[in-house]
């Protein structure tokens, strides 16, 4: 078996950060399998590189080691456009220009706008999209005929819940998405317009690439299986067991979190605190 820590470099890693690590790498060995280490910085508007050097030296830190080399996402933006491109090319995806407030309104992109994928994959070909890339417009899966697309095929997949982490449970994803398409919610962007991919984008494909057969992942990540679980099987990908571990919280009951300056394993071990001390720490 194969999965994959992710982290992204927005930040400092956090105490959040090391129990997810540590689920992540021990399921590994516990199974026989392998743990690999991607580094998920498609946002250039937030990713640094000095957080990338920081993971690296702080999951070392902690004991942790994958195979090389790591993937680092950024480098391979062209393989992400070209998965969007493959969906505009069936008429699964199209360009929309509206802003949040315009979609707050009620306003929603005429889904039978099109783009050429030529056009659309020119954005990240030419010397001008080297470094920060960015588009005119997003791109958003047409859900409606995503799901029309994929009706004579399964959607089931499995997974666990904190609540029953020893729990094999077949799920299907359609029901969640069909009540997606039926409450007037705008349809979800494949192609950020800021950095021209997305996470569900991005993430499905890697882990397709790379041969990832178990997701191991917070479970903040539930409600975003379902979405993923299409996008797999829009583009013929595997869609792998998915295993959400609960979070680590913190004494107000919210989420750790890199946007909130939560205290980070970097300052930890400047106090000198060991990593049986950080895991001991990292507790639910």
């Not at 960015?134 to 799901?147: D, E, H, I, K, Q």
């Amino acid at each position: 078996m194969l999965t994959r820590f992710a982290p992204s470099p927005t930040g400092f890693l956090h105490l959040g950060h090391a129990f997810a690590a540590r689920q992540a790498f021990s399921f590994a060995a516990n199974n026989g399998g392998q743990c690999l280490l991607r580094i998920e910085d498609i946002d250039h508007t937030r990713c640094k590189i000095e957080y990338r050097t920081a993971i690296y030296e702080d999951l070392r830190w902690l004991g942790f080691q994958w195979p090389e080399p790591v993937r680092v996402q950024s480098d391979h933006l062209v393989d992400y456009a070209t998965s969007v491109a493959t969906l505009i090319e069936r008429g699964l995806a199209y360009p929309c220009g509206l802003s949040r407030a315009e979609l707050a309104t009620g306003q929603r992109s005429t889904q039978d706008q099109s783009i050429s994928t030529d056009k659309f994959l020119d954005y990240f070909t030419t010397p001008s999209s080297a470094s920060k890339l960015s588009l005119p417009f997003a791109v958003r899966l047409n859900l409606s005929a995503a799901l029309t697309y994929v009706s004579d095929y399964s959607l089931l997949y499995k997974a666990t819940t904190p609540a029953k982490a020893d729990a094999l449970i077949e799920q299907d994803a359609r029901p969640s998405l069909e009540r997606w398409t039926n409450g007037n919610h705008p349809d979800p962007i494949i192609a950020r317009k800021d950095i021209g991919t997305s996470y569900h984008i991005a993430v499905t494909h890697d882990d397709a690439l790379q041969g990832v057969t178990y997701i191991v992942r917070g479970a903040d990540f539930i409600d975003q299986t379902p979405l993923q679980v299409l996008i797999q099987r829009l583009m013929d990908w595997p869609t792998p067991v998915y295993h959400h571990h609960p979070l680590l919280m913190r004494h107000d009951g919210e989420k750790l979190s890199k946007r909130t300056h939560d205290t980070t394993l970097r300052s930890l071990r400047e106090k000198g605190l060991t990593p049986e001390d950080i895991f001991a720490m990292a507790t639910p």
